[in-house]
């Protein structure tokens, strides 16, 4: 099985998106390693820093300027309605997360959780843009998998047994689609891999 990463570039624009898709169907199976789109990750972390410093209403403006551009998004890539109320609902679950954060005193677990999000949002879209087009996927949460130990190194014991039993137990699928960067730390808290952890996430799968 083929491991493909896509960074947020690829994924930044209808036109990528849909390139992206090309490349892919190629009939071979993959799974295919997606970052957040093109400038999602620094409004994350402008908002962020915006809560680190008590600009509260700074940060749900930059929120809800973010939630519009998605909206954009979802409205041009899905053609029927079915598929812009899913993909919309959970959208729109996203950001009333990240609003409802807002109000939390800042802290390095709140930095994570907020910057997870784009990965989040990113694959949940194309996944479901590919089964608009009859492709089957299905998506692999990163957050089952992959997780780092108490060297903030990769747990590849834990790595490589979720992987296969989550793969094992989803239905049979051509392309899976699963998010780079993001992981849980070994309390089980969400973490990340740093920036550009994306090809990081793709190189332990591979491995």
Request: proline share 1%.
């Amino acid at each position: 099985m083929k491991v493909l990463k896509f960074g947020g570039t690829s994924v930044g624009s209808i036109e990528n998106i849909r390139r992206v898709k090309e490349i892919i169907t190629d009939g071979d199976k993959k799974i295919v390693v997606l970052s957040a789109m093109s400038g999602t990750t620094n409004v994350l972390v402008e908002i962020s820093e915006a809560i680190r410093v008590g600009e509260v209403q700074k940060a749900i403006q930059t929120i809800e300027n973010l939630y519009t551009k998605y909206n954009v998004v979802i409205d041009d890539l899905f053609e029927s309605s079915e598929l812009k109320q899913t993909v919309g609902n959970y959208i729109d679950g996203i950001f009333d997360y990240l609003r409802s954060l807002t109000s939390e005193s800042h802290s390095e677990l709140l930095y994570n959780k907020i910057v997870s999000q784009g990965e989040l949002m990113s694959t949940y879209m194309f996944t479901h843009y590919l089964i608009q087009d009859g492709i089957n996927a299905r998506l692999l949460p990163a957050l089952d998998f992959m997780r780092i130990d108490k060297s903030f190194e990769p747990d590849e014991f834990y790595i490589k047994q979720n992987l296969q039993r989550i793969i094992d137990e989803a239905l049979p699928a051509d392309i899976y689609i699963t998010q780079g960067f993001i992981c849980l730390d070994s309390y089980g808290n969400v973490a990340n891999l740093q920036r550009g952890g994306s090809d990081y996430t793709a190189t332990i799968i591979g491995a």
